[in-house]
């Protein structure tokens, strides 16, 4: 079975501040996929970035980053210099890296930016 | 240009009515999802459909229904047997089966309320 965890339920950060945002994963398959998604208060959720499991590299993109550590089953999301408008939930999800197990959410993680 | 349309955007219920949500994609995809979100749950699974003509049953299943008679689009039906209907639902869509999952794109909800 495959789980995903984001134990952070609800966090709020002045404004420039850094976060991160953590996630912590189980799964028995050898190769899957890991992503992020954002929820801004208009619902959609928003594609934030795609990792396979052969890549542990972190990626930064703007004030984004990402580190996957495969030892420790972690895919933690850093938000560097936070703003008002990353007021949002943020969901980590998991699947295997053939399509045909729907993706596994955690239960998301809220967070709020004050200026 | 492509995306997910789900309609209406707020739905009212009254107590044991059917109601049917709509979902549709002009992106193509071969399979289509629903997600049932309430406050601290994160996302749930309720049905998916791979290919057309066929469906599968998520996680929270019981009280709802589907049909998939076209690769656009995936109705969910909210019947009179769900006892606790109200909540956020999502509708994605992603690559089918045999495909590397990259991921899905989502609609952007229903917000359905029991009056």
Not at chain 1, 31 to 41: A, R
Not at chain 2, 71 to 85: D, G, H, I, R
Not at chain 2, 109 to 115: A, D, E, F, K, P
Request: charged letters at 20%; aromatic letters at 14%.
């Amino acid at each position: 079975a495959q789980k995903v965890t984001q134990a952070q339920t609800e966090i709020s950060v002045v404004e420039k501040e850094d976060v991160t945002l953590d996630c912590v994963y189980e799964t028995r398959d050898t190769t899957y996929y890991l992503f992020w998604y954002k929820q801004p208060p208009s619902g959609e959720l928003v594609f934030l970035i795609r990792r396979n499991s052969f890549d542990e590299q972190n990626e930064i993109s703007g004030r984004y980053s990402w580190n996957f550590q495969k030892s420790t089953s972690s895919f933690n999301f850093t938000i560097t210099a936070s703003q008002v408008v990353d007021s949002a939930v943020y969901f980590c999800a998991l699947t295997p890296l053939s399509g045909n197990t729907p993706l596994v959410f955690g239960k998301g993680t809220r967070l709020s930016v004050i200026a | 240009d492509g995306g997910i349309t789900q309609s209406p955007k707020y739905l009212f219920r009254k107590e044991g009515q059917n109601v049917t949500l709509s979902c549709e994609q002009n992106l193509n995809h071969d399979a289509m999802y629903w997600y049932r979100q309430d406050p601290g749950q994160g996302l749930r699974l309720i049905y998916y459909s791979q290919i057309v003509n066929d469906f599968q049953k998520g996680d929270i299943a019981e009280g709802y229904s589907v049909s998939r008679e076209k690769k656009e689009s995936f109705p969910l039906t909210v019947t009179s047997a769900q006892k606790n209907p109200t909540a956020f639902y999502l509708c994605a869509s992603g690559p089918g089966q045999g495909e590397l999952n990259y991921g899905y794109t989502f609609g952007s909800g229903t917000r359905l309320t029991v009056v």
